[in-house]
Structures are given as structure tokens and as C-alpha cells.
């Protein structure tokens, strides 16, 4: 059977696309009357500038005070006079001090009698350990050589226990240990060179002391002559326990 109907002639055929195009027509027109705005012209003030009158400012007349210019640089002229030459100049002529091997050395002949010798007596010290006569502490002059040593070190700590006084300060604190004592016995038999070494400068102090009040020694002696005898003591300070 033969359609009869023209199916170009359908009219629901691009109904779709149609609504989509009239949509969008709708919104677009929809959104320019929603964003239309109005003024009233009568709020409107058309105002007119004048540009044909003419400002005139007064401008105050500043006086400065300019200084004159320096004056022009004074131009030296220097005149050469041309002098005959007349005179003998003489030349200063500066040898070299440089030897070559052709120079002869002059023979100077020394004699031993020529030569001055001088004893430098230095000082050294010998310890007291290995010195030959050992310093003698006021009261061991009468004991024999072999006993002097042992009397020295009696009469030291003899000393050292007479005068020994506990420092206050270092009682109040707690404050106690062992000075290592390092003075010398001079050729004179004087103490010098006092150094210390312990826990605290308090006992360090006292320590120090002590030594001061040595008396003066007969000095010891090496090969019959009179030298310094370094010598070590160790003072502990103890706290007695009530």
C-alpha cells in the first residue's frame, strides 16, 4: 500500500529543537527587562562649568640673596731662564759592595787571650728529695746528717699543726679537702715561690698563710753551695663530726 502522506509535512518532526531556540529567546529577553533600569531626570544636576574665568593667584616675590661669583683663577706664568752651563758638576759614583771571588779576605788572626770569658752561675734548683744537704728548720742543727731530713719534715707539720685555723667561712659552707702546698727554700734560706692548688680559695688562702709564718731555714746545699730547694706539703682540711 502506497503512503500517501509527505513525511516532509510533518509538523512534530523538529518540535524540539524549536523549544530549545523559543526557550532561550524567553530567558535572554526575560533577563534584559529584569536588568532595564530607570532615573528620574529630575534628581539629575546638569551643572555647567565656567572655563572663561581666569584664576589669578598672587605669588609672593622671594628676595634671595645670591653671592657674587669668585673671582677669576689668578693664571701663574712661569718664566724660564735659560742659564749657560757654565759649571763642572761632579757626578757622585756609587760603588758596589758586592764580593766576587777575585776579593781577598783579610786574614785576621784571634787569640784565646783576646776572648773574654765570663761565669754565668746559673740558678737551678735540686729537689729536696735528691739534694745533698737537705735545709735546716730552726732546731735541727744539732742532729746528725742522716737524721736531718726526717727532722725537717717533723718540724714542718709541727708548724703546720700550731697554726692551723679552720676557716670560718669555709666552716659556715661546708666547704673541706687537701691543698696541695708548693713553696720554695731560697739560697738565703727564705720562703718564696708559694703556689697552691686545692678545692677552694678559702682553704687555698689558708694555706698560704700557714706557709708565711715559716721561720727563716739554713738553706740546702748542693756540692757545698748554697741553692733553692723546691719542697711539696699537702694540708687537709677536715670538719670534725659532732
Known amino acids: 500500500m502506497q503512503v500517501k502522506k509527505n513525511p516532509q509535512a510533518e509538523i512534530g518532526r523538529n518540535s524540539s529543537l524549536y523549544f530549545a531556540i523559543g526557550l532561550n529567546i524567553m530567558l535572554f529577553i526575560t533577563w534584559q527587562a529584569l536588568e532595564f533600569k530607570t532615573y528620574d531626570k529630575a534628581?539629575?544636576?546638569?551643572?555647567?562649568?565656567?572655563?572663561?574665568?581666569?584664576?589669578?593667584?598672587?605669588?609672593?616675590?622671594i628676595n634671595i640673596n645670591t653671592p657674587p661669583?669668585?673671582?677669576?683663577?689668578?693664571?701663574?706664568?712661569e718664566t724660564v731662564q735659560i742659564v749657560e752651563d757654565i759649571e763642572d758638576i761632579e757626578e757622585t759614583v756609587i760603588e758596589s759592595t758586592e764580593v766576587s771571588q777575585d776579593d781577598r779576605i783579610a786574614d785576621v788572626v784571634v787569640n784565646v787571650r783576646d776572648v773574654a770569658v765570663t761565669e754565668v752561675e746559673e740558678e737551678v734548683e735540686v729537689p729536696f728529695a735528691i739534694i745533698e744537704d737537705v735545709p735546716i728548720f730552726p732546731g735541727c742543727e744539732n742532729v746528725s746528717k742522716a737524721q736531718k731530713?726526717?727532722?725537717?719534715?717533723?718540724?714542718?707539720?709541727?708548724?703546720?699543726v700550731?697554726?692551723?685555723?679552720?676557716?670560718?667561712v669555709a666552716l659556715?659552707?661546708?666547704?673541706h679537702g687537701r691543698v696541695s702546698?708548693?713553696?720554695?727554700?731560697?739560697?738565703?734560706?727564705?720562703?718564696?715561690?708559694?703556689r697552691t692548688r686545692g678545692p677552694d680559695?678559702?682553704?687555698?688562702?689558708?694555706?698560704?698563710?700557714?706557709?708565711n709564718t715559716l721561720p727563716k731555714m739554713i738553706p740546702g746545699k748542693q756540692r757545698g753551695k748554697p741553692v733553692p730547694v723546691p719542697f711539696s706539703l699537702p694540708i687537709n682540711f677536715v670538719m670534725a663530726v659532732n
Open 162 to 168: 700550731k697554726h692551723f685555723q679552720y676557716p670560718q
Open 149 to 160: 731530713r726526717a727532722c725537717f719534715e717533723q718540724k714542718i707539720q709541727a708548724h703546720v
Open 69 to 77: 661669583p669668585p673671582p677669576p683663577p689668578v693664571v701663574l706664568t
Open 43 to 61: 534628581d539629575i544636576d546638569i551643572g555647567m562649568i565656567n572655563l572663561e574665568k581666569e584664576v589669578e593667584e598672587e605669588i609672593p616675590i
Open 181 to 194: 702546698v708548693m713553696f720554695t727554700i731560697d739560697k738565703d734560706g727564705s720562703i718564696t715561690k708559694i
Open 201 to 211: 680559695k678559702t682553704l687555698e688562702n689558708e694555706a698560704v698563710r700557714i706557709i
Open 172 to 175: 659556715e659552707l661546708g666547704i
